[in-house]
């Protein structure tokens, strides 16, 4: 699937750098991958003008996470079967049994999966830092929405290099080590 307002490779660079300086740092890193049965009969069904994914038969290994971000062993990967990371899993009691406050969220989509687990994890009272460069959406409109409109409501909206900076600086408030 083709990405805006940057590639997908792009995207798995600035979150490889993120991850990798975070984790040298002593934080926990969270993967979220989405899934399903071969059925399909776990993903959700209503009625609606648009449905996501409708008819998509999805490849053999659609649903592992790029090499580039290989998990190591102190990681946690989170299977998602709806649009945000916090329903139906271990996320924010992962979280909460390490103390983190503070999350830095990037990936594909911006205003899908991005936006829904933001979203979540405001209501839940986590600090949000929001790596703009490390996400991408379907068209460059959708993932600029969110970062402008919705993302400066639920926490900050920041470069890799800034967050990058201000890990170096020990200016992340908030996380956990």
């Known amino acids: 699937m083709p990405t805006e307002p940057r590639s997908s490779a792009e995207v798995v660079q ?11 740092a002593g934080a926990f890193i969270v993967w979220v991958r989405v899934s399903g049965s071969s059925d399909g009969k776990d993903r959700l069904s209503q009625a609606c003008d648009s449905p996501m994914g409708a008819g998509i038969k999805f490849p053999s290994g659609w649903d592992e ?12 990967v989170v299977t998602k ?3 945000g990371a916090f329903y139906g899993t ?4 992962q979280l909460r049994r390490r ?4 999350i830095v969220l990037c990936g594909i989509a911006t205003c899908y999966g991005v936006e829904s687990t933001a979203r979540d994890a405001y209501e839940r009272g986590y600090e949000l830092v929001f790596a703009e460069d490390a996400m991408a959406s379907r068209c460059a409109a959708e ?3 969110s970062v402008k409109r ?3 409501r639920l926490g900050r909206v920041r470069a890799s290099s800034e967050i ?3 890990l170096g600086a020990g200016t992340l408030p908030g996380a956990a080590r």
């Open 143 to 145: 993932h600029e929405h």
């Open 65 to 76: 996470l790029v090499p580039e971000l290989a998990s190591e062993e102190k990681d946690h």
């Open 150 to 152: 919705i993302f400066p």
């Open 164 to 166: 990058l900076s201000a």
């Open 81 to 83: 079967k709806q649009w």
């Open 99 to 102: 103390g983190i406050a503070t």
């Open 90 to 93: 271990d996320l924010d009691l």
């Open 14 to 24: 600035n979150a490889k750098r993120l991850s990798q300086a975070l984790r040298a």
